[in-house]
Each structure stands twice: as structure tokens, then as C-alpha cells.
């Protein structure tokens, strides 16, 4: 329900083991479960029956990349049944940018490449990440939920509110059905989603993003972070959510525009 938007960070690009003590340290056996601390996050966010019966989502807030001084909205639509999602930004020096799945076809239009159908891996990654309830980590898309460590949770950019730094996380792997492992982060004291490190196949190649969420609020029956900071290749952008709806969102909203559907054979 709450995308993953590391495909907008394409846009802005330019051992020695000592003999064990009498007491060992706690082996990675003793950590939390990670389906179990998926489903922590699940019940602090409003839990599984809160999140299934919503069937749609529309959120605006602004888009910000710190190094450039380039700041401007951000409007998202995401719907399930089948899945869909459309990411609109509008960048100063650059114009406007939109992104979208429809159930079947991912594309991007931007001033900078114009209009472009994902084909292949990218394709399928996109699909994936539309997935409406994706906070459920579903089985079905996800092979393995396994916790790796104890860690410190992500870092968050300087113009966000910080939401994680310094806490302790747990640092859960995820293999998805399409190949790709993702990383989330979990607040320990919490148990809410500090953050995550996605791989995914992009224009310019392999790319890894690692982000940050917080700044949780309550909006309806959910508690939705607004804040997400993301790194990639060196380059850092941040959103922040003002305004947050559910179900209200027709389906002709993600319907392909004519430059894309003149690609669609």
C-alpha cells in the first residue's frame, strides 16, 4: 500500500575467529522471528483486517532534492484489484514527470526521455512493487521472510524530521518470486518499518536504494509514515506526505496516457 518510489531516483541522477568464550554471544537463532516481526509492523500500523479493506489510496506531498535545490509536489494513486499505481512529480529546471502501472503495462514519461514502456525484468520488478498491500509482505510474493541481524536502523536525510536514526532495528531479508532480495528495517522499540535497501533493474542499469522512513501519523483507521529519504549512486531525495485519502480514487486515474498508449502494441 505504501510504494516503494526508488524508481524516481533514476531521474536525478547526473577474517580472524578467536577461540569462543565460556559464554557466547547470542546466535543469530535468538533473533525475532521475521514473519513474526512483519506482523508486529501490520498490528501497529492498524492491522491486517484495516489494511484489506481499503481499495484504493491517493497521497500528495512534496518531492525534495537537497543538493540541488530542487523542491516540488508529489502526487501518488495506488489502487489494488488488480494493482495499480501512478507517481506525478513536477521538478523545477525540468518539468513533469509521471510513472505508472496500469495491471498490465509499467511506463515513465519524462521531459528527459520521453515516453517509455518497461519491458522484461524491469517490468516484472514494477509490478511487484505496485502491490497495493504490500505492508502484508504476502507469501505468495515473497519466498522467504528471514530476520539477518540486530543492527542500527537507516539513517534519515537532514531535512526530515530524522525518524530512525540512532534506534536499534531489526534487519529483515526478504527473497522475492521474481529473484530480487530485498532488505527492511524494524524498529525495535516500535516495531513499525524504519526503512529498507531495494535492487532493482532501471535504465541506467543496477541500482541500489537505501531509504529511510518515519514522521508516522494516523490517517483514518492507518498510521502512514511521511517522511522517506532516499539515497542512490550518491544522490539524496526526500518526501514528505501532507494529506493522505482512501478509497476515493477512480480507475480512469490510471489509465496510460496517448504518447504511452501509442507504444502498446
Same mark, same amino acid.
Given at each position: 500500500m505504501f510504494f516503494r518510489l526508488a524508481a524516481l531516483a533514476v531521474l536525478f541522477v547526473t577474517p580472524f575467529h578467536a577461540q569462543a568464550p565460556a559464554k557466547t554471544a547470542p546466535a543469530a537463532a535468538a533473533l525475532p522471528d521475521g514473519r513474526g516481526i512483519v506482523e508486529r509492523h501490520i498490528k501497529e500500523v492498524g492491522g491486517r483486517d484495516a489494511i484489506l479493506a481499503h481499495k484504493s489510496m491517493h497521497v500528495k506531498g512534496t518531492l525534495a532534492?537537497? =543538493?540541488? &535545490?530542487?523542491?516540488?509536489p508529489i502526487e501518488i494513486f495506488g489502487a489494488a484489484n488488480p494493482d495499480r499505481v501512478i507517481v506525478k512529480?513536477?521538478?523545477?529546471?525540468?518539468?513533469?514527470?509521471m510513472e505508472g502501472f496500469d495491471g498490465s503495462h509499467a511506463w515513465i514519461v519524462s521531459p528527459m526521455t520521453g515516453p517509455m514502456l518497461k519491458i522484461g525484468k524491469e517490468l516484472q520488478q514494477t509490478k511487484l512493487d505496485a502491490d497495493f498491500y504490500s505492508e502484508l509482505r504476502d507469501a505468495k510474493k515473497y519466498t522467504t521472510v528471514k530476520t539477518v541481524e540486530k543492527t542500527t536502523c537507516p539513517?534519515?536525510?537532514a531535512s526530515t524530521a530524522k525518524p530512525a536514526e540512532g534506534r536499534s532495528c531489526y534487519k529483515v531479508a526478504l527473497s522475492r518470486i521474481d529473484g530480487a532480495e530485498d532488505f527492511d528495517f524494524y524498529d525495535v522499540a516500535t516495531g513499525?518499518? =524504519?526503512? &529498507?535497501i531495494n535492487t532493482r533493474e532501471s535504465s541506467m542499469g543496477t541500482m541500489?536504494?537505501?531509504s529511510a522512513l518515519g514522521g508516522y501519523k494516523k490517517f483514518g483507521d492507518m498510521l502512514v509514515a511521511t517522511t522517506q529519504s532516499?539515497?542512490?549512486m550518491g544522490v539524496e531525495q526526500t518526501i514528505t506526505l501532507s494529506s493522505v485519502e482512501f478509497d476515493k480514487v477512480e480507475s480512469s486515474v490510471f489509465d496510460p496516457p496517448a504518447a504511452i498508449k501509442a507504444l502498446i502494441k
Open positions: 532534492v537537497p =543538493a540541488s &535545490g530542487i523542491t516540488g512529480t513536477s521538478v523545477p529546471g525540468i518539468g513533469d514527470i539513517e534519515a536525510s513499525l518499518r =524504519a526503512g &529498507g541500489t536504494v537505501t532516499q539515497k542512490v
